[in-house]
């Protein structure tokens, strides 16, 4: 940030020294903090219900029970939960990437009768939350036969207004001088948008991909609303009902809860750059 | 032209017909009666509908007034003490220290972490005799008590799983508002002798006040659309202690099946956004003007 070359006199370098350390000191207790509960998850996952609260608490279990991570599939369809969710966050994940790639092209790079009005009536929308229509969307997919199936999720998530914002932002990035020489070159706009443009917006592809996928991993209300039969259920309302149904199997609940956590730290793992990038340049939310 | 369109259509109708056309459904179902019967059953409403739940509001009493206050009251601690974590942990971590990429992904991690079980983790950990009491216990503080099954309590619980979950998002945007400080001032504020103290109350707040700016409204809005971590931790109890706006609209339109009297209560979620948001839209006007 600055550089802090001004010589300093002995005591007050002490005081510099006891203030970083102050502070690391704090740093290192909001880590704790914010890492806490995912001990205690771990930690809870291997013992038996009766010693997840015993008092004095320990950390440890006594005896590590491996066998929660078995049991766990035999009480619930828990891969099924695992299956419809990684099939919405695949789906939905492609087709907006598709469907906003495609639309922003025609936003940023292409010229008709109308784009302006239209492109603030997409910005207009972002800002109505979802909680406001959410009942008439529901009346509506209902009425064409999208109720109880993981494909009315799909749909409801596919053509987000926020994709073709970001990538507009981004396309308006790419100089139109690179188009213009393709087109003189004979490209078609297909082949200018496939070939030129989304190689060069991978950055923007990136952040809109984890985006969707975490916020579709961890969508609630949505499969609330529109799955009830159990076989139906994503990996979050899925868990919601083991612990209705298992609710003092408190080991087996964080053992279950554990493993819905795996695949997003994945992702996060692999592609934290691109979150942190993208908050960072667009700071906005799916 | 016809290229144009080419591109525009995939996204275009299915942006309409999932979201255009339900958001103007919304207005006219908040003015019928439809309480989930056959189509040629309802009837026009007029103004009853808001009526019927404003009538005889009270912040204490009407499920209304108790909603808009619960959901005020989380807004009202969520967003401050989210951004003093953000703006603290960004400090701290804006410092090319060792290990500040790992920390910065350690307190961004409960962002991404699935929401379920972390809201049961959390309500777990603060049960009667959970880790948290525990720990408390250790420093003198006798809970004794459940915190998402007591009145008192449920809410700071809620409070207190917002700000965790949300302060590493925020940091995140509040490192990218410390790169836009420019270096020199902090040179100039050193030659004539700033301490760290008076260069952050100087120069770094007041060149973050966009960021600020921006992040609080954003906070206030998202804060009002809170409903995963309530429905999960307390499902809007003890009571109605922790019933927040979006219980209340899940409430009347899915349980209830008063699809009139959901929508009217969403009109007025939306009405406060649209008041949040104007704001920001105006400032920030002023703000680019400025600079």
């Known amino acids: 940030m600055t550089t802090r070359a001004v010589s300093k006199s002995k005591p007050k370098s002490f005081w510099l020294f006891a203030g970083r350390t102050a502070l690391t000191a704090a740093l290192c207790i909001m880590a704790a903090i914010t890492l806490i509960p995912f001990v205690w998850m771990i930690s809870s996952s291997l013992k038996l219900d009766q010693e997840v609260f015993r008092f004095p608490m320990r950390w440890t279990p006594g005896v590590w029970h491996w066998e929660n991570y078995l049991l766990i599939w035999k009480k619930v369809p828990l891969l099924t939960y695992f299956q419809n969710t990684a099939t919405v966050a695949v789906a939905v994940t492609f087709m907006q990437i598709l469907t906003s790639s495609f639309a922003a092209y025609a936003f940023a790079k292409l010229q008709f009768k109308g784009r302006d009005p239209l492109f603030l009536c997409y910005i207009t929308t972002i800002a109505v939350p979802w909680q406001v229509y959410m009942l008439p969307q529901f009346i509506m997919m209902r009425s064409i036969g999208l109720y109880d199936t993981i494909w009315a999720l799909v749909v409801l998530q596919s053509f987000s207004a926020f994709g073709v914002f970001l990538m507009r932002q981004f396309y308006l990035g790419i100089p139109n001088e690179l188009c213009e020489a393709a087109r003189i070159d004979g490209l078609s706009e297909y082949g200018i948008w496939a070939r030129i443009v989304l190689p060069l917006a991978t950055p923007a592809v990136a952040t809109l991909i984890i985006f969707t996928f975490v916020n579709t991993w961890n969508d609630f209300l949505g499969p609330m609303i529109y799955l009830t039969k159990d076989t139906n259920k994503t990996i979050q309302t899925g868990l919601r009902r083991f612990i209705q149904a298992y609710s003092s199997d408190y080991h087996l609940i964080m053992a279950a809860s554990l493993c819905s956590l795996a695949p997003v730290t994945m992702v996060f793992l692999f592609l934290q750059r691109y979150f942190i990038e993208g908050i960072a340049t667009t700071g906005l939310k799916g | ?291």
Request: net charge positive.
């Open chain 2, 1 to 291: 032209m016809l290229i144009a369109y080419s591109f525009l259509a995939p996204n275009f109708l299915g942006f309409l017909l999932i979201t255009f056309v339900p958001v103007i459904f919304s207005f006219v179902i908040a003015f019928l009666n439809w309480n989930g019967g056959a189509v040629n059953k309802i009837t026009f409403a007029g103004w009853d509908n808001f009526a019927a739940i404003f009538k005889n509001f009270s912040f204490t009493k009407s499920d209304l007034g108790i909603t808009l206050r619960n959901t005020t009251v989380y807004t009202l601690f969520t967003v401050p003490l989210t951004i003093v974590m953000a703006l603290f942990l960004a400090m701290v971590l804006n410092r090319a220290a060792r290990g500040a990429k790992f920390f910065r992904a350690v307190f961004f991690f409960p962002y991404v972490a699935s929401i379920v079980a972390i809201c049961m983790c959390w309500s777990y950990m603060m049960m009667k005799t959970g880790p948290i009491n525990q720990l408390l216990a250790l420093v003198g503080i006798h809970v004794g008590k459940s915190w998402t099954q007591t009145k008192d309590l449920a809410m700071w619980a809620i409070v207190f799983v917002g700000v965790w979950r949300n302060a590493g998002y925020y940091m995140v945007m509040y490192l990218a508002g410390l790169q836009s400080v420019p270096g020199e001032l902090y040179e100039a504020a050193t030659v004539d002798g700033a301490n760290g103290w008076q260069k952050f109350w100087k120069i770094t707040l007041p060149m973050l006040t966009p960021t600020t700016f921006f992040v609080s409204i954003m906070m206030v809005i998202t804060c009002f659309k809170i409903y995963d971590v309530v429905a999960i931790m307390t499902d809007g109890g003890p009571g109605r202690a922790t019933k927040m706006l979006v219980t209340y609209i899940y409430d009347l339109s899915f349980f209830q099946i008063k699809y009139g009297l959901g929508s009217a209560v969403a009109m007025v979620l939306l009405i406060i956004v649209l008041l949040v948001t104007m704001v920001q839209f105006r400032a920030e006007k002023k703000w680019v003007n400025y600079m």
